[in-house]
């Protein structure tokens, strides 16, 4: 016999991240308390989602085209790339208006607590992207945007190593941002200030 709707719904929502069995369950009750539109919304917004959104095949950046507008400005500068953790990232840099750059989105850090590792991010790719541009086109700074936390700056440890081996010039945002703090929280000035000071 199939499955009832309620074990269904719980079944899908458990295969987010950071869901277990008792938050599947509140959601679920949320969900029937609130008007029958309000499920008919959140399906829409992720088929929407899923249909319309991809992931840029250069940056790793969340877009409706790929590649990404950033990827495809022309007057964008191509020998620079910010390496940051998220695209929500990329997004409080844009909304900051001071860096005129590319990015590359690594879609995580290195965690070892969580058993996260350098394959299970966009770091192949970087390392490709310095690697496959020469010349005219070649990559100059790589510009290490992970956020200053335990795990970002370990994660920049890491890249600045393996990227510096490849003879590319690498930096860091500088430190006014705030130890434990993230690129999407703290204001444009200070996000600012840390792209020009980069050291
Ligand atoms: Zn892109």
Excluded at 6 to 30: M, Q, V, W
Excluded at 40 to 46: Q, T
Aim: aromatic share 4%; with cysteine; net charge negative.
């Amino acid at each position: 016999m199939a499955e009832s709707a309620y074990d269904n719904l719980l079944d899908e929502l458990e295969k987010l991240p950071g869901i277990g069995r008792r938050s599947a369950e509140r959601i679920a009750f949320h969900l029937l308390r609130q008007p029958a539109d309000s499920s008919v919304h959140l399906a829409d917004a992720l088929t929407r989602f899923r249909t319309n959104l991809k992931v840029c095949d250069i940056c790793g950046h969340v877009t409706e085209s790929d590649p990404c507008p950033i990827c495809a400005d022309p007057k964008r500068n191509t020998g620079t790339l910010l390496v940051v953790e998220q695209p929500s990232d990329v997004v409080a840099i844009e909304q900051a208006g001071a860096y005129k750059g590319r990015y590359h989105v690594l879609m995580g850090r290195l965690s070892p607590m969580e058993g996260l590792g350098a394959g299970d991010l966009n770091i192949a790719g970087l390392l490709e992207r310095v690697q496959n541009r020469t010349g005219d086109n070649a990559i100059t700074e790589i510009i290490l945007g992970t956020n200053p936390t335990l795990e970002g700056d370990g994660t920049a440890l890491y890249l600045a190593e393996a990227l510096t081996s490849l003879g590319v010039k690498v930096t860091r945002l500088a430190r006014g941002m705030p130890v434990g703090s993230s690129l999407q929280t703290v204001s444009k000035a200070v996000l600012s200030d840390a792209i020009q000071a980069r050291v």
